[in-house]
Nanobody, 118 residues
Framework: VQLVESGGGLVQPGGSLRLSCQAS????????MGWVRQAPGKGLEWVSD????????GYTDSVKGRFTTSRDNVKNTLYLQMNNLKPEDTGLYFC????????????WGQGTQVTVSS
């Protein structure tokens, strides 16, 4: 089982980035997928979850209206489109899987760094 994030980088405030998470080794279409981030010197913060079918999606309040989570169950890939980025969005972004919304995340990727700075 493996999750590999990509797409992070340095962007100015107001800019956009699209993160990807390539999954392998498990039945991607059967799992909820989530994004979790960690700001420098802080703990983990849940960002978003998407159901196995992609129909149900949730976001933490601070990213609603700016971030969009989607998935491609043919390509086994999870995405996070981030628009109007703010300095407080800076952090290491992880993707993770879980069998249902009530379960803990089972597998985590290595993370991709997002830095929002002028």
């Amino acid at each position: 089982v493996q999750l590999v994030e990509s797409g992070g980088g340095l962007v100015q405030p107001g800019g956009s980035l699209r993160l990807s998470c390539q999954a392998s080794g498990f039945t991607f279409s059967s799992y909820f997928m989530g994004w979790v981030r960690q700001a420098p010197g802080k703990g983990l913060e849940w960002v978003s979850d998407i159901s196995s079918s992609g129909v149900n999606i949730g976001y933490t309040d601070s990213v609603k209206g700016r971030f969009t989570t989607s998935r491609d169950n043919v390509k086994n890939t999870l995405y996070l489109q981030m628009n109007n980025l703010k300095p407080e969005d800076t952090g290491l972004y992880f993707c993770a899987n879980r069998p249902d919304i009530a379960s803990v995340y089972l597998t985590w990727g290595q993370g991709t760094q997002v830095t929002v700075s002028s």
